[in-house]
Each structure stands twice: as structure tokens, then as C-alpha cells.
């Protein structure tokens, strides 16, 4: 399969998965919303219905005071007017809880103000239907609610009771129609996403299906490939450990060749430097000479008195010695850095079991003094222990705690701190400053040979962090830098717990 059409393949099995994600959050959602307005729907059917029952509960407790004062009429009996005065107590007590009930609707709101006022003239009969009786008026208060039953309050009451009822079935009818379309659409929706989860499931399969059969052909394509690699790869380690061997035996041959013209430019420049009282000496005395003003005391005594010209040409003449003297020292430790990298890269590590507190402590003892004068502190964190090359970890952690101390910010007391952390088989180890730090830009230039970043104000070759980054790649670990400029630099080195020696060791 071509990069192109594994890059389809891939693109449309995300877009796939994509699209599924959303019809399931979509289904999901209208489900939900369905299911509240199903809910809310019912909610409204059930309150036509709690209406509905509230409006005969009005009428009943009407009837029942009704009856308990004809009752009372004509028999006299206390219990009667009991149950009357009962039930006369609910009346208004149900008128208001009907009013709440219909509180959203101002059809039944406008209704109920209209039956508010019969009921109450239609209890003020009854009242005083009651009071003939107990005026011993038995007749008279017959009479009168025989007279009450047929008045306009008995009439108003059922007319409006009825126009209740009715404006609460079309609000039933309207409301169970609207549920039912609720749920019909819920069912739908269901019933579709089903399918569709369904649908995608099988195209998921199809899919994995020939994701599967892919693999199995790049599997076997593998193996083939695999029967030549190992032959492939042993020949490759052998080239790179021929043109590595030759790099270093190019570079000692290099450096001793350079070492050789360097030793006579060093001889030659101590002996213009040894001749140059002789050389400025016979210019005095020529100049004297010249001005015709012989020195007092004779030609034994002349005293090296130069003219204003010869003593610029004197300073001039020491400070071309002194440019080439450091020039000289210059390249002899680069020479010398030199040869002690291929002479590193020729040693055989030896994995051996390391106290890391124990190793950065005794680092940290032989930099004490330097710190002091730094006004630093150093401050060690718990350690974890490596089966690693010793003198190797004494090169990488010296390097990096002589750097923190070297390039700390002036006038700033220092912070360096070393801690560790093991994770997945390896110990990672962070050195922690609160120096100069370094630009972003330059955090790869500075892992380079011979070249250095930021302000040259210490002394250094540019070989320190090349090495360290050589010497932790060998030991099988991976090393970088975090830093901003002006705040610090936090170098962080993974490294093996148990290393063993391996061809990375012996090909390097």
C-alpha cells in the first residue's frame, strides 16, 4: 500500500469514527429531549386531570353542604349541622386550591372569578335557611331553600362548573395527542439510532476486518524483509565501526601533527621575547647616537631612555608576543581536549554497581571551595542507584555541576540542586540552576563540538557538553536542556538503571 492511500485509509477511518461519535451524541440528545418533553407532556395531562378532579371535589362538597342543611331542617339533629358547617369549611378552601391549579391557564382563571361569587350567595342561603331553624322556624327556612334551589346562584354554579369541564377536556384531548406524538417520536428516534449504531457497528467490522488481512499481509512481508536484516545490519555496525575507528585515528594523527608546528611556534615566539631587551636596547642607543648627545658617564652607563615613537612600537611589539602566546595556549587545549576525546572514545566502559549520592557528594566536596566563592549552594535530593561506568558518571555530573557553577548570574547567591526519579527502567536525573540560563535558540548549538553560546566571559573550549552528551548516548541514555534566559537551566539525563555492555559500548 502507497503512503498516499494508507494516509486515505486512515483519514477516512477517523472520519468514520467521527461521524459515528456524532450520531450517537446526537441520538443520545434527541432522546433526552424527547423523553423530557414525554415527561412534560404527561406532566400536563396528569394536572388536566388534577383540575378536572378539583373542580368535582367543589361541587361535591357544595352538594354535601346542601344536603347536610335540608337535613338539618328537617330533623333538627345536631349532626347534620355539624357535617354542614364541615363541609362549608372546604368550600373556600377547595375555590383557592383550584385557583392555584389553573394559575397558567386565564381561561379557567376568569372562569373561577365568575363561580367565586354564586357559591358564596349560595352558602349565605344555606346560612340562613339555618337560622330559621334555630329561630324554631322549621317551615319558614324550608321554604326558603325550596326557594334558594330553584335561584340564578344554583345555575350559575353548574353553567360555569360545566364550561370548566369543558375547557379542561379540550386541554386533555389536546395535551394526550401532543404525549402521544411525543412518544412516538421518541420511539422513532430510538428505533432509527438503533439502526444506524447497527449499520455502524457492521461498517466497523468491514473495516477491521480489512485492517486485519492488511496487517497479516504486512506481517508476512516483514518477515520476509527480516530474513536479510540481521545480515543487513552487522554489516552496517562493521562499516560504522571501521569509519569510526579511522575518525579517531584521524583526529590523534591530526592532533600530533599540529602539535609539532605548534612546539616550534612556541620556541620561536620565547625567543623573540628573549631578544626583544636586546632589539629595543640597540634602538635607544642608535637613537641616542643619532641625536649626537652622548649619555653621561660614559658609553657603559647609557640608560634605555626611549622616544615616544620607539616606546608605541616596544607596546606594540608586547602586545603582538602576548596575542600569540595566547593564541598558542589556545590551541594547545584544543589539541589536548582533542586527544582526550579519542582516547576516551577507545576505553572499554565497566558496568559496575554505583551509589549515586555517594558519587554526586564526593563531585560536590571537590567543587567546595569554588562554590563558597560563588556564595552557592548545593543542595542533593534522594538518588537512585545505577549499575552503570563509573568514571563515566563522575565525567558527566563534574561537567555539569563545574558548568552551574561557573555561569550563575553575579551578585546572586546560587541555587543548584540535584534530584532524581527512576520510571520504565530508567533513572532520570535533573541539575537544576538559577544561573544566566540559555536562549532557546542556542539549546542545540551548545551539544556541538567547539562551539559555545551566550556571553565568552569563562574559560572553556566548547568540548564539555559534547562530551557529556557522547559519554550519556554510550551509556545507553538520552540527555537535554530546559532554559529561558536570565532563569536558570534545568539539564536532564535518562540513563538505564542496569546497563550492561553492549555494541553500542564497543562500536562508539
Excluded: C
Amino acid at each position: 500500500m502507497t503512503p498516499d492511500a494508507a494516509r486515505r485509509r486512515a483519514i477516512g477511518q477517523v472520519l468514520l469514527l467521527a461521524a459515528g461519535f456524532l450520531v450517537l451524541v446526537a441520538i443520545s440528545a434527541m432522546s433526552v429531549i424527547l423523553v423530557n418533553r414525554a415527561r412534560q407532556d404527561n406532566a400536563l395531562v396528569v394536572h388536566t386531570i388534577e383540575v378536572e378532579n378539583q373542580i368535582s371535589t367543589l361541587l361535591l362538597q357544595i352538594r354535601r353542604a346542601e344536603s347536610a342543611a335540608r337535613g338539618y331542617l328537617i330533623t333538627s339533629e345536631p349532626r347534620f349541622l355539624a357535617e354542614h358547617e364541615a363541609a362549608t369549611a372546604t368550600i373556600l378552601t377547595d375555590i383557592d386550591e383550584l385557583a392555584t391549579l389553573v394559575g397558567d391557564n386565564p381561561v379557567q382563571l376568569d372562569n373561577l372569578k365568575r363561580l367565586r361569587l354564586p357559591v358564596e350567595a349560595r352558602l349565605k342561603e344555606f346560612s340562613r335557611a339555618i337560622d330559621f331553624v334555630k329561630r324554631n322556624d322549621i317551615a319558614g327556612g324550608i321554604a326558603m331553600l325550596r326557594e334558594a334551589g330553584a335561584s340564578d346562584s344554583v345555575l350559575l354554579i353548574n353553567d360555569i362548573a360545566n364550561a370548566m369541564r369543558a375547557e379542561e377536556d379540550r386541554l386533555f384531548a389536546s395535551r394526550t395527542a401532543t404525549a402521544d406524538r411525543t412518544q412516538w417520536l421518541a420511539s422513532l428516534v430510538t428505533v432509527a439510532g438503533s439502526g444506524l449504531v447497527i449499520a455502524l457497528a457492521g461498517i466497523s467490522i468491514f473495516l477491521v476486518r480489512r485492517s486485519a488481512r492488511a496487517r497479516d499481509s504486512a506481517e508476512v512481508l516483514l518477515r520476509d524483509n527480516n530474513l536479510n536484516l540481521e545480515a543487513t545490519v552487522d554489516e552496517r555496525t562493521a562499516d560504522l565501526r571501521e569509519a569510526n575507528n579511522e575518525i579517531q585515528r584521524f583526529a590523534y594523527i591530526v592532533s600530533h601533527d599540529l602539535r609539532s608546528p605548534l612546539v616550534n611556534i612556541m620556541g620561536f615566539t620565547s625567543e623573540l621575547e628573549e631578544l626583544r631587551a636586546d632589539i629595543f636596547k640597540r634602538i635607544a642607543v642608535l637613537g641616542r647616537a643619532g641625536a649626537a648627545s652622548p649619555a653621561p658617564g660614559g658609553a657603559g652607563e647609557i640608560e634605555l631612555e626611549l622616544d615616544a615613537e620607539d616606546k608605541q612600537l616596544s607596546q606594540d611589539y608586547s602586545e603582538a608576543l602576548g596575542f600569540i602566546k595566547s593564541s598558542i595556549a589556545k590551541m594547545d587545549r584544543l589539541i589536548t581536549a582533542i586527544l582526550n576525546l579519542t582516547r576516551e572514545g577507545r576505553r572499554e566502559f565497566e558496568p559496575v554497581r554505583i551509589d549515586t549520592r555517594d558519587l554526586i557528594e564526593g563531585i560536590v566536596a571537590t567543587v567546595a571551595h569554588q562554590a563558597a566563592e560563588a556564595e552557592a549552594r548545593i543542595h542533593i535530593e534522594p538518588l537512585p542507584n545505577i549499575v552503570s561506568d563509573r568514571l563515566a558518571l563522575e565525567q558527566i555530573f563534574s561537567n555539569l555541576i563545574d558548568n552551574a557553577l561557573k555561569y550563575l548570574k553575579p551578585g546572586v547567591p546560587g541555587a543548584i540542586s540535584v534530584r532524581g526519579r527512576t520510571k520504565l527502567g530508567f533513572a532520570i536525573f535533573e541539575i537544576t540552576d538559577n544561573g544566566r540560563g540559555i536562549d532557546p535558540k542556542d539549546h542545540q548549538r551548545i551539544f556541538d563540538l567547539f562551539r559555545r553560546a551566550g556571553t565568552q566571559d569563562k574559560p572553556g573550549q566548547g568540548i564539555g557538553l559534547a562530551h557529556v552528551r557522547a559519554l550519556v548516548r554510550r551509556l545507553g541514555g538520552t540527555m537535554s536542556v530546559s532554559s529561558e534566559l536570565h532563569s536558570g537551566s534545568t539539564f536532564t539525563i535518562t540513563l538505564p538503571i542496569s546497563w550492561t555492555v553492549s555494541n553500542r559500548n564497543r562500536d562508539t
